[in-house]
Structures are given as structure tokens and as C-alpha cells.
């Protein structure tokens, strides 16, 4: 069992930073590829950041340079600092893994994945 619990969100002005914590209570996935997704109300779910079982990391364009992911399998836990925010980032933060890959493919963890309920991140101008 995979239970992965955000938090971390809030509201912030814009250029402020925040850090997301996604922990998972149940069974590790340090094997595993972890990212985190977003959704803005009335748009489709996004990929914002993934990070491989082997550390290595993919961004979307539009956050390269502000956010960073990381994971401590120790904890269980996946990271996003987000830094220099803007009003564009705000949504529903989402941490999600990989059922089977320790590669991430954005494609399929939005068609099959475990998935957190999710934290909110509001940006104001």
C-alpha cells in the first residue's frame, strides 16, 4: 500500500518562495520514480517535476531555474522548493509515483499512478 500525503501550501505573494513535502506512510519506493504534478482550475493536470529512483531530475520549462525536487528515501519523503513564485503557479499541487518504473514518464503516470489528495498553492500579484 501507497499513501501519499502533500503539504507545504499556502498563500504567498508572487517572488516568494515555498517547499512542498509529499510523505509516504506506506511501502517505500526508493526504486522508484516520484514527480510532482499540478492542476489550475479549468485546465488539464500538468507535469511541474520528476525525479528518477537514480536521482536524476526533469522540469517543465516553465518552472526551470525557480523549482528544485528532491526525495530523501530515509523519510519516505519527496521535496518541491519552489522559489520566485508566480501568480502562473497557482493550483492544486499533487505528489504522485510510478506503480512499476523507476523512470519517469509523465505520460504514464497521468494514465496510472499512486496519487496524493493533493495542496494548494495561491500566488497573488
Known amino acids: 500500500q501507497v499513501q501519499l500525503v502533500e503539504s507545504g501550501g499556502g498563500s504567498v505573494q508572487a517572488g516568494r518562495s515555498l517547499r512542498l513535502s509529499c510523505v509516504n506512510s506506506?511501502?517505500?519506493?526508493?526504486?522508484?520514480?516520484m514527480a510532482w504534478f499540478r492542476q489550475a482550475p479549468g485546465k488539464e493536470r500538468e507535469g511541474v517535476a520528476s525525479?528518477?529512483?537514480?536521482?536524476?531530475?526533469s522540469y517543465a520549462n516553465s518552472v526551470k531555474g525557480r523549482f528544485t525536487i528532491s526525495r530523501d528515501d530515509v523519510k519516505n519523503t519527496l521535496y518541491l522548493q519552489m522559489n520566485s513564485l508566480k501568480p502562473e503557479d497557482t493550483a492544486m499541487y499533487y505528489c504522485?509515483?510510478?506503480?512499476?518504473?523507476?523512470?519517469?514518464?509523465?505520460?504514464?503516470?497521468?494514465?496510472?499512478?499512486?496519487w496524493g489528495q493533493g495542496t494548494q498553492v495561491t500566488v497573488s500579484s
Open positions: 506506506g511501502l517505500r519506493r526508493s526504486g522508484y520514480c
Open positions: 525525479i528518477n529512483a537514480d536521482g536524476t531530475t
Open positions: 504522485a509515483t510510478e506503480r512499476y518504473s523507476a523512470w519517469c514518464s509523465w505520460t504514464a503516470i497521468l494514465r496510472d499512478a499512486y
